[in-house]
């Protein structure tokens, strides 16, 4: 398999950099919420007079990643964090990888950061639209060169919370190129471009953990 030093390094540390954020704010979120847990009666009551969610995070994983790998014979794994930033704003960043078998093993690395606007709530749930770009790393395994690709993508979806620890989450948007390299003539059918629709199920691991 070829592979650029300087670019595998590069990606790398990212995905290094990334983890050590999430896994560290969730630790100080963990943190929040159980001091929180000790007064429900008063957070309830608040929840109960207002009608908006307390929910300020969500880890979840990007079942995207493992749909469009089913589809092409090969595999994927992907994870989003969304923290509430401000009443009704949210910062949603993302990493996921796939791998695909075909006549040339093709391994993708995808880092996404969107922005999320819910103007009936200021928690992280009912209507939302939301705006973010992504980075897509393409490395074959012969002497094809590396491809490159940066996206934008708008969305629109409605978070619904089932249940204290599920969110169902139906969503469409289109995913733009702003920057593309193109080394290899099938690249196109593994990257999703256009019209981009789903239907997530987010397990909120805090809340089962609690429960």
């Keep these: 398999m070829v592979w650029n030093t300087s670019t595998g390094c590069k990606i790398i540390l990212c995905g290094i950099f990334f983890l050590m ?4 704010v969730y630790a100080e979120d963990t943190d929040a919420e159980i001091e929180e847990a000790e007064t429900p009666e008063t957070n ?10 307390e929910l300020e995070n969500i ?3 990007d079942a995207n990643f493992t749909m469009a790998a089913l589809r ?11 923290r ?5 704003l949210s910062i949603r960043p993302g990493i996921g990888s796939m791998v695909f078998f075909s006549e040339v093993t093709i391994v993708t690395v995808n880092l996404q950061l969107f922005f ?5 709530s200021n928690g992280l749930d009912k209507l939302y639209v939301g705006l973010g770009n992504g980075f897509d790393f393409i490395i074959y395994t012969n002497d094809i060169p590396n491809d490159k690709i940066y996206s934008l993508t708008p969305v629109l979806g409605w978070k619904w919370r089932a249940l204290r620890f599920l969110i169902i989450e139906p969503f469409v948007g289109w ?21 981009q ?15």
Excluded: R
Excluded at 21 to 24: E, G, L, P, R, T
Excluded at 44 to 52: C, F, L, M, W
Excluded at 84 to 88: G, N, P, S, V, Y
């Design 44 to 53: 309830t009551e608040s929840v109960a007079k207002t009608g908006i969610s």
């Design 116 to 120: 999320y606007y819910y103007p009936l």
């Design 84 to 88: 509430k930033l401000t009443d009704f």
């Design 59 to 61: 880890i979840s994983l």
């Design 21 to 24: 954020i999430i896994f560290s």
């Design 197 to 211: 629709w789903g239907l997530n199920f987010k397990l909120l691991f805090q809340k089962l953990i609690k429960g």
């Design 175 to 195: 995913k733009f190129y702003l920057v593309k390299t193109k080394n290899y003539d099938e690249v196109d059918k593994y990257l999703n471009e256009g019209f």
């Design 72 to 82: 092409n014979n090969g595999f994927g794994v992907g994870v989003n964090y969304e």
